[in-house]
């Protein structure tokens, strides 16, 4: 299927850093329930996210990452994921992260 560039448009993809990761024992699949700092014009939104195979909360912390900001609030379980945090899966289908190979500012968006 094609879109038009006015179509891409629409999705609003932007810059955030994990300011905090924690397990998320209650979700059907394994995951982070991570909170991202997308800078002042947006602020810290929530976004739950299947990265356990490949990364430690611990290490998620202060990470630059790309996220889809302006899709609705979904439920997952009890928590509320407000942004779609962008991986593209490996070989074994773990997610890997997709973020900037610089330091960008919070609230970037792609284009």
């Given at each position: 299927m094609?879109?038009?560039?006015?179509?891409?448009?629409?999705?609003?993809?932007?810059?955030?850093?994990i300011v905090r990761a924690e397990p998320f024992p209650e979700?059907?699949?394994?995951?982070?329930?991570?909170?991202?700092?997308?800078?002042?014009?947006?602020?810290?939104?929530?976004?739950?996210?299947?990265?356990t195979a490949r990364y430690r909360a611990a290490d998620l912390e202060g990470r630059r990452v790309l996220?889809?900001?302006?899709?609705?609030?979904?439920q997952i379980g009890p928590f509320m994921s407000?942004?779609?945090?962008?991986?593209?899966?490996d070989d074994d289908g773990h997610v890997v992260l997709i973020?900037?190979?610089?330091?960008?500012?919070l609230g970037a968006r792609l284009f």
């Open positions: 094609t879109i038009t560039f006015a179509d891409f448009e629409r999705v609003d993809i932007r810059v955030g850093r979700a059907r699949k394994p995951a982070y329930r991570l909170r991202i700092d997308f800078g002042p014009a947006i602020g810290e939104r929530t976004s739950s996210a299947q990265l996220a889809v900001v302006n899709f609705p609030p979904r407000e942004v779609l945090t962008l991986g593209v899966p973020v900037p190979d610089a330091d960008v500012p």
